[in-house]
């Protein structure tokens, strides 16, 4: 400060006030706070945000890619029940269906190639019950066949 102060100005200044011309040292260091603050609040954001798909990394691959599209959809229209929807999902575990009927599927799947065609089915087996009456039927018929 080469300069003499005004005459309206207290004689001892505080040491953050400048003389005309000089840089403003406590102007330089709060940039760069406020910057890496913001910087800092932008990357806890993103990670919270990112957070419903961490956990749905330990689920089934449906339930993850749910949860990434409801966390995308919060994230780009700022609404946070799509977010708390999506952590909710990814949280609780959903159950497993898929597994079950793959395995009704293939043992359906089984029964069909191992059964054979319907019209190649042999016919059942008559009871002897139904071998008696079968016989007194054939005895009681004329016999135009034997005949000739």
Do not use: C
Not at 47 to 69: D, I
């Amino acid at each position: 400060m080469a300069e003499p102060l005004h005459s309206a100005a207290i004689h001892h200044l505080p040491p953050f006030v400048t003389a005309p011309g000089e840089t403003d040292i406590l102007f330089v260091v709060m940039a760069i706070v406020v910057g890496l603050g913001v910087i800092g609040i932008g990357i806890f954001y993103f990670k919270l945000h990112a957070l419903p798909e961490h956990l749905a990394h330990r689920g089934q691959k449906v339930q993850l890619e749910l949860v990434a599209v409801l966390a995308l959809i919060a994230l780009f229209t700022h609404n946070h029940a799509f977010w708390i929807a999506a952590l909710l999902l990814a949280v609780v575990p959903l159950p497993d269906f898929t597994t079950p009927l793959a395995s009704i599927a293939r043992s359906l799947e089984r029964l069909a190639a191992s059964a054979a065609p319907a019209d190649a089915a042999p016919a059942p087996r008559p009871t002897p019950a139904h071998d008696a009456d079968q016989a007194i039927l054939t005895d009681a018929r004329p016999r135009a066949n034997q005949e000739a």
